[in-house]
Nanobody, 125 residues
Framework: QVQLMESGGGTVQPGGSLKLSCTDS????????IGWFRQAPGKEREGVAC????????VYADSARGRFTIFRDDANDTVYLEMNSLEFEDAAVYYC??????????????????WGQGTQVTVSS
């Protein structure tokens, strides 16, 4: 039973761009806090970018700030992670996750209760 689903991963060269999408087969995402996380082999899962379900305020990891953008498209019930200037270090499985609507978003995995299965991002020359 597909619920939260990520798409848009793939292989890009350094400096390239990808746009990841997160949708929920159970319904709309626009009232929830949504987070994008990533996990590389041998590393812990880390928060990349999160968006509040209350006011759409955003939080970014230092490694993502200025290169990645998280945003909602309510008309399509989709949350996107637009990634530019990709680096080798960005290669990982990227997950979206759903958490309760909060104002001051803390972009850590423990704050999110539903997870997708992930989409692979590979950066290779």
């Amino acid at each position: 039973q597909v619920q939260l689903m990520e798409s848009g991963g793939g292989t890009v060269q350094p400096g390239g761009s990808l746009k990841l999408s997160c949708t929920d087969s159970r319904g709309t995402l626009d009232l929830y806090t949504i987070g994008w996380f990533r996990q590389a082999p041998g590393k812990e899962r880390e928060g990349v970018a999160c968006i509040s379900g209350v006011d759409d305020s955003t939080v970014y990891a230092d490694s993502a700030r200025g290169r990645f953008t998280i945003f909602r498209d309510d008309a399509n019930d989709t949350v996107y992670l637009e990634m530019n200037s990709l680096e080798f270090e960005d290669a990982a499985v990227y997950y979206c996750a759903v958490g309760p609507p909060v104002l001051d978003v803390i972009c850590v995995a423990s704050r999110f209760s539903r997870w997708g299965q992930g989409t692979q991002v590979t950066v290779s020359s």
